[in-house]
Nanobody
């Protein structure tokens, strides 16, 4: 059974940093792409960052220059490094991975940016 397990998240002050990590288990096939989405209360889930197995990355406009996505293919892991966090970054963050045309999701981790 394929599972994505997230870690990290929590409460941070504006301007602070956090790292989210996600590990895929139950598969030896590289998930491609892998990415992070977020959903704030009352909003739809939106793509934050995505990265292919070849290392090509794309970001949502509001996080460009502040967030960095990185992955280790041999471990099927993906991290999201978040800097200069803003209150509007507050949301539940979800890890996503695609394997053989099917999307898999983590359970979500809360990120709260508040003073």
């Amino acid at each position: 059974q394929v599972q994505l397990v997230e870690s990290g998240g929590g409460l941070v002050q504006p301007g602070g940093s956090l790292r989210l990590s996600c590990a895929a288990s139950g598969t030896v096939i590289i998930m491609d792409p892998m990415g992070w989405y977020r959903q704030a209360p009352g909003n739809q889930r939106e793509l934050v960052a995505i990265i292919t197995s070849g290392g090509s990355a794309a970001y949502e406009d509001s996080v460009k220059g502040r967030f960095t996505i990185a992955r280790e293919n041999n471990k099927n892991t993906v991290d999201l490094h978040m800097n200069s966090l803003k209150p509007e970054d507050t949301a539940v963050y979800y890890c996503n991975g695609r394997r053989l045309g099917k999307d898999y999701w983590g359970q979500g981790t809360q990120v709260t940016v508040s003073s």
